[in-house]
């Protein structure tokens, strides 16, 4: 396996994960149609999945846990660094695209610099 694999995979993933979670927030948070389809049928799993994204943002659920993964990833070795910081760029794009920014920018910085540091 090439050592740059990893990387271009990293690459490749990011950008469709940050498009899909921009997906989420306008077709599924922002679209006008499921207020009205979810005040009659609340039950539907469209509802339940936006009614549950809503209190992940409300209590900034994933820029918290992109925060403090993008921390532990800072001052934890090697592999296990490197893979808490993947986790934080994960976390930290849907929280970007999700109205929590102000988390997900600085979790976003802290893991792209452990990511470029050698150690």
């Known amino acids: 396996m090439s050592r740059r694999l990893p990387l271009v995979l990293l690459l490749i993933v990011l950008p469709l994960w940050l498009a899909a979670s921009y997906g989420v927030r306008y077709g599924l948070m922002e679209d006008g149609q499921w207020v009205g389809v979810c005040v009659d049928e609340a ?61 997900a920018v600085f979790a976003l910085v802290i893991a792209g610099l452990r990511l470029v540091r050698s150690a």
């Open 43 to 103: 039950l539907r799993w469209q509802c339940q999945a936006r009614s549950n994204l809503g209190w992940l943002i409300h209590f900034e659920a994933l820029g918290w846990t992109a925060l403090g993964a993008a921390v532990l990833a800072f001052v934890a070795p090697g592999r296990l660094g490197r893979g808490l910081a993947v986790l934080a760029l994960l976390a930290g794009f849907p929280a970007l695209a999700l109205y929590n920014t102000s988390l």
